[in-house]
T-cell receptor, first 113, second 113 residues
Framework: DSGVTQTPKHLITATGQRVTLRCSPR?????VYWYQQSLDQGLQFLIQ???????AKGNILERFSAQQFPDLHSELNLSSLELGDSALYFC????????????FGPGTRLTVL | AQSVAQPEDQVNVAEGNPLTVKCTYS??????LFWYVQYPNRGLQFLLK??????LVKGSYGFEAEFNKSQTSFHLKKPSALVSDSALYFC???????????FGQGTTLQVKP
């Protein structure tokens, strides 16, 4: 158990809808990262927050947004969903230094029908 | 551009034999290198990292990796493979320029009894 929790575990929704994925980092970790894992794209970094502020941005679509709250939990919002958004979405947390390893949650499997 | 290459989609070894999973990288500046493992339907687990110092890094579950600056490689090794080592292995490099952890495409390790 990494100490990172993600909810929900599975999510099935329709095209055009909006969903919110939630992540609670390990106790004491200030950084939260979001990743998308799909068969064709592999593991793609989406975005990083550090203590409430956006720190780094990857290949995150404009339809996607994230935030980190004062209690350090984070939410990833996906809107106007398309079939191609079906993937595993992972959250990870770390102490914040560049050389700290990241601890991954179990993921949310999103299926868009 | 920063990148990580794992040239083998799959590596097959017999239990008890040594294993190597290859990784090469391209990054500006000093690399921070990581190996993660993913078991089916689970999040990624940290195995080991190279930040600085000794080129041979020892990690979890008997794995080790050798940093080779001239060949820009960071191959994962284990002297004696176990069936339970069968999983998907990811090499990753942190890019100080972009502030992102960049993952390779992953290598499936299959250890047969």
């Amino acid at each position: 158990d990494s100490g990172v929790t993600q909810t929900p575990k599975h999510l099935i929704t329709a095209t055009g809808q909006r969903v919110t994925l939630r992540c609670s980092p390990r106790s004491g970790d200030l950084s939260v990262y979001w990743y998308q894992q799909s068969l064709d794209q592999g593991l793609q970094f989406l975005i990083q927050y550090y203590n409430g502020e956006e720190r780094a941005k990857g290949n995150i679509l404009e339809r996607f947004s994230a935030q980190q709250f004062p209690d350090l939990h984070s939410e990833l919002n996906l809107s106007s969903l398309e079939l191609g958004d079906s993937a595993l979405y992972f959250c990870a947390s770390s102490g914040g230094s560049d050389y700290n390893e990241q601890f991954f949650g179990p993921g949310t499997r999103l299926t868009v029908l | 551009a920063q990148s990580v290459a794992q040239p083998e989609d799959q590596v097959n070894v017999a239990e008890g034999n040594p294993l190597t999973v290859k990784c090469t990288y391209s990054v500006s500046g000093n690399p921070y290198l990581f190996w993660y493992v993913q078991y089916p339907n689970r999040g990624l687990q940290f195995l080991l990292k190279y930040i600085t110092g000794d080129n041979l890094v020892k990690g979890s579950y008997g794995f080790e990796a050798e940093f080779n600056k001239s060949q820009t490689s960071f191959h994962l090794k284990k002297p004696s493979a176990l069936v339970s080592d069968s999983a998907l292995y990811f090499c990753a490099v942190f890019s100080g320029n972009t502030g992102k952890l960049i993952f390779g495409q992953g290598t499936t390790l299959q250890v047969k009894p």
